[in-house]
């Protein structure tokens, strides 16, 4: 009778012991990413975990502890330069405890998340450490972009698009999104820095995320740009899908369901990137585009949108063979101050396009179609009191004129040139405001 119960007894034990092991995580994955204002470590968990963060001092070090994980990834493959911490160490206690030291340069704030799964992750934690005195997320402009001699420079904000704990769409052979519009951004603004009249500047220079509005913040805000280009190569579920394209801000819905479904992904950045606080898309957009028609940016846009594709054409098949400028609810580019597209420069998932998107010499074309197509737009469309609007002077007289576009109006022309839109139908002897598409005005001397 006793041996009988000590086998039951056994055998219990034995059925309890697969649901005690996988009580415990293996965590075999963790990466680190350097943003200009925080560190980020993210540890890649099967399912939710039990943690604890708190701070020491004399010296300054942060402790996280974590309850039925074991830790197999070695932190000290972690890349720790130009971060705040000088080192790790990592200590295995009883009942599965597992506490990580970070050994500190400078005091932080350390905030935790636990990051519900979304494609391509799945479960994470998430542990920031934010600078106490947080530098602005915007690197410094190449060269002055206001100058107290001769006319203004035209700022181009250029945006890598995903970064960090968002790699973007992934190529057949693992090539990641986020490296590869960040190479392309790098030798655009590389470019554009030798031109005359033009000051680029990167939304993000490194391996880091940078939220959707803030990145339109920083264009708009902290660098007063006039034209935003947001850079992609995303994926398509049909792998044979290719072509570069281009995007404005759609009014009426996307314009085809290639464009829906980019800017279904795209629009998704910060849920994987894991930011704490996403945008939320209300009513708000209807007050954005009502300002984008009175501006006449949702046209301007579109006439960018039509250099760049044809410069891109030169070099690279476009998407449906199409020379039009497609648009979708891109919130990256809900920002009525600047002139903004988005652009694919082709399709990751497709096989062959990931091959040319890897090479440097195709990204350094893409680059100088990009450069090519902006120049352009500046040169047919010069601003006032801009580097381009002084060439088409010198060139061509004080006299300017302007061919109107579709969903131009005579207020916005006055205000694109700074003058009264009495004085403008003045010079051209216009008795009301009805204006046509390609009709071209008298701009009076300014």
């Known amino acids: 009778m006793i041996n009988r119960i000590i086998t039951i007894l056994c055998s219990s034990v034995l ?50 502890d974590l309850t039925d994980v074991e830790l197999s990834y070695d932190l000290q493959k972690l890349a720790l330069k130009d971060t705040p911490i000088k080192g790790l160490r990592v200590g295995h206690h009883e ?15 350390p905030r935790t998340n636990v990051l519900k799964p979304v494609e391509p992750h799945g479960w994470r934690l998430v542990l920031d450490l934010f600078d106490q005195e947080p530098k602005a997320i915007k690197p410094q402009p190449s060269t002055p972009t206001l100058s107290t001699k001769g006319p203004r420079r035209m700022v181009v904000a250029i945006d890598a698009g995903h970064g960090g704990e968002d790699p973007g769409a992934l190529g057949p052979t693992g090539l990641r999104e986020k490296d590869v519009v960040l190479q392309i951004a790098k030798r655009l603004h590389d470019l554009l820095k030798k031109e005359p009249g033009i000051t680029p500047v990167l939304v993000r220079d490194g391996d880091y995320y940078v939220p959707l509005a803030e990145r339109r913040r920083i264009a708009a805000e902290d660098h007063d740009a006039d034209l935003f280009l947001s850079i992609h190569a995303d994926a ?63 046209t301007h846009s579109a006439v960018l949108g039509k250099h760049l594709l044809s410069e891109l054409g030169h070099i690279t098949p476009l998407h449906g063979g199409r020379r039009t400028v497609e648009e979708a609810n891109f919130a990256v580019l809900r920002e009525p101050k600047m002139v903004s597209v988005l652009v694919e420069t082709g399709f990751i998932s497709n096989r062959e396009e990931e091959r040319k998107l890897r090479s440097a010499a195709h990204q350094d074309k893409l680059a100088r179609a990009l450069r090519n197509g902006i120049y352009q737009y500046f040169k047919d469309n010069p601003t006032p009191d801009t580097w381009f609007d002084a060439q088409r002077r010198e060139n061509g007289g004080t006299r300017i004129t302007h061919k109107i576009q579709s969903g131009e109006t005579l ?10 839109e009495a004085r403008l139908r003045e010079v051209n002897q216009l008795s009301g405001d009805m204006i046509r598409v390609g009709q071209t005005l008298q701009i009076p001397d300014l």
């Not at 994955?29 to 399912?47: K, M």
């Not at 207020?411 to 009264?420: G, K, M």
């Open 236 to 298: 398509f579920t049909d792998a044979r899908a290719y072509g570069a394209s281009v995007f404005r801000l759609s009014q009426n819905g996307a314009s085809s369901a290639t464009a829906q479904h980019l800017a279904k992904i795209e629009n998704n950045s910060d849920r994987i990137a894991g930011i704490y606080e996403e945008e939320k898309d209300n009513s708000g957009l209807l007050g954005v585009l009502a300002d984008l028609r009175m501006r006449g940016v949702l």
């Open 15 to 64: 059925l309890l012991l697969p649901l005690w092991a996988n009580a415990v995580q293996q965590v075999d994955s963790v990466r680190l990413h350097r943003a200009p204002d925080h560190t980020r470590i993210v540890f890649d968990l099967n399912e939710n975990v039990e943690h604890k963060v708190f701070v020491l001092t004399n010296p300054d070090r942060v402790v996280l």
């Open 411 to 420: 207020s916005y022309i006055a205000q694109q040139y700074s003058i009264s």
């Open 95 to 109: 009942a599965n405890r597992v506490r990580v030291v970070f050994d500190l340069s400078e005091s932080i704030k």
